[in-house]
């Protein structure tokens, strides 16, 4: 699976590349972001803007990250960038009210640095 992946204030900025994270790729990312996590990587900021469509396979891929996450002490994921479609269904779910969710990179990582 590709990324764009950058570091800013010690927060890694990870950007999928993929139009649709559906069951065909959840566990591929998953498993990609849990290797940052694994590396130590603990502070990440998910950017969809690149993102049409997510599934609830890839719901479930994020909400084991968080885990993953919470489990680490002080860390933190947050997501931004989400279309109109993914931030309705986080409303719908109600995920809204478990992650971070922000409307920009920029205003996310003012919020994460805090």
Do not use: W, Y
């Amino acid at each position: 699976m590709n990324f764009d992946i950058q570091s800013e204030n010690g927060i890694e900025i990870i950007v999928p590349l993929v139009r649709r994270l559906d069951a065909s790729v959840a566990g591929v990312f998953k498993q990609e972001i849990l290797s940052f996590i694994q590396q130590g990587k603990n502070d990440i900021l998910l950017d969809f803007s690149h993102v049409d469509f997510i599934d609830s396979s890839c719901l479930g891929a994020l909400v084991s990250i968080l885990k993953t996450i919470n489990g680490n002490g002080d860390s933190e994921l947050a997501l931004c960038s989400l279309n109109s479609n993914i931030q309705h269904m986080f409303k719908l779910t109600r995920m809204d009210r478990i992650f971070t969710i922000g409307n920009d990179r920029a205003s996310t990582l003012q919020v994460m640095t805090r």
